[in-house]
Nanobody, 121 residues
Framework: QVQLVESGGGLVQPGGSLRLSCIVS????????MAWYRQRPGSQREFLAS???????NYADSAKGQFTISRDNAKNTEYLEMKSLKHEDTAVYYC???????????????WGQGTQVTVSA
């Protein structure tokens, strides 16, 4: 069974930084695009950033310059570096991955359970 497990969330002061991690576990053949989303209180889930297998990245305008996405293909892990955090960055952050379960097989989309990031003094 494929699972995405996020870690690294928590309480941080305004102006601080955090690094989120998301590891994909289970019996898989490979991972295509990985991404990060967040859901702020009272809002819909929003896209932040994505990264392909070869490292090509794409960012939402709201994430450019503040968030950096990366991945370690050998560890089936992606990261989100967040800096200069503000109160409005408080949200549940979700990782997302398009996974190939077997060679030549179809792809499947998976979500992590979310990790809470709270920016507060």
């Amino acid at each position: 069974q494929v699972q995405l497990v996020e870690s690294g969330g928590g309480l941080v002061q305004p102006g601080g930084s955090l690094r989120l991690s998301c590891i994909v576990s289970g019996s898989i053949f490979g991972i295509n695009t990985m991404a990060w989303y967040r859901q702020r209180p009272g809002s819909q889930r929003e896209f932040l950033a994505s990264i392909t297998t070869d490292g090509t990245t794409n960012y939402a305008d709201s994430a450019k310059g503040q968030f950096t996405i990366s991945r370690d293909n050998a560890k089936n892990t992606e990261y989100l570096e967040m800096k200069s955090l503000k109160h409005e960055d408080t949200a549940v952050y979700y990782c997302y991955a398009i996974v190939i379960l077997r060679s030549g097989g179809p792809t499947y989309q998976y979500w992590g359970q979310g990790t809470q990031v709270t920016v507060s003094a």
